[in-house]
């Protein structure tokens, strides 16, 4: 219910009765609806509006005075829905520094390696479930990628819904690429992931930042000799190599 507090005037220089009626307000109680009003004085009334279903709604109240005196005045109403405002915080597990709340940091990371243990948090503080679609952008732009995942070693996603009241965590899967004519074997990577939730304009951002490194490669040699010079054999020589690379390599 809305009420709603309303001066009732009869500019009359001597004491009148009143009577108020409705038409078309079944939705509309008036109180005092009926009464005495002094000379030069007013009556403060009560308009009571039931607001439930919505919409909107017109009435009349029709106003007579003792001095044969009629007022008719007209009373509208428009529900609206309520807003209900979006509260949610995003946190990070990595932090570049203790003062940047939302700048991940991704670590030391090798190129085609991917990195699976950084995350993002969000807390819904609000009455209503928020979904956030994630997508990432690299500074400069090139071929890494950076997928999104609601479990550890789930499935891939972009979209989350976190419900109220709720903490929902998003794991960050980056895997850096080595670009066309970059030769350098230690670089720092920037980008952002950006947070767009359903429903509204505004989008957050998450910056991430990694020291991408070249990896390491490790060779292990084993020769062998057997049997004597003297017995006329052949001498087995065994190379093994190990590449953490991933590359060709000639021995």
Excluded at 36 to 42: D, P, Q, S, V, W
Excluded at 160 to 181: K, L
Excluded at 219 to 245: G, H, I, M, S, W
Aim: aromatic share 8%.
């Amino acid at each position: 219910e809305s009420v709603l507090r309303w001066r009732l005037f009869l500019g009359s220089h001597a004491t009148s009765q009143y009577r108020v009626t409705t038409v078309r307000g079944e939705w509309l109680s008036v109180e005092p609806s009926e009464g005495t009003i002094l000379a030069g004085g007013h009556q403060e009334i009560a308009l009571t509006a039931k607001t439930s279903g919505g919409g909107r709604r017109a009435a009349y109240l029709w106003v007579e005075d003792s001095l044969d005196n009629v007022l008719v005045v007209s009373v509208a109403l428009e529900m609206l829905e309520p807003v209900r405002e979006a509260r949610y915080s995003i946190l990070v597990t990595h932090r570049a520094e203790p003062g940047d709340d939302l700048v991940l940091d991704m670590g030391q990371v090798y190129y085609d390696k991917e990195v699976k243990h950084r995350s993002l948090a969000i807390r819904n503080d609000g009455l209503e479930t928020l979904t956030f679609t994630l997508s990432a952008v690299f500074s400069p732009i090139d071929s890494s990628t950076m997928t999104f995942s609601s479990r550890f070693l789930g499935p891939r996603e972009d979209t989350f819904p976190v419900s109220p009241g709720r903490t929902r965590e998003i794991f960050v899967h980056y895997c850096p690429r080595r670009e066309m004519g970059q030769f350098e074997d230690l670089v720092q990577k920037k980008g952002r992931i950006q947070l767009l939730r359903r429903g509204a304009e505004r989008v957050d951002v998450v910056r991430f930042i990694a020291l991408v490194l070249e990896p390491q490669m490790s060779t292990n040699c084993t020769t062998l000799y057997f049997p004597r010079e003297d017995q006329r054999a052949d001498v087995v020589k065994t190379l093994v190599v190990e590449n953490v690379r991933g590359t060709s390599l000639c021995a």
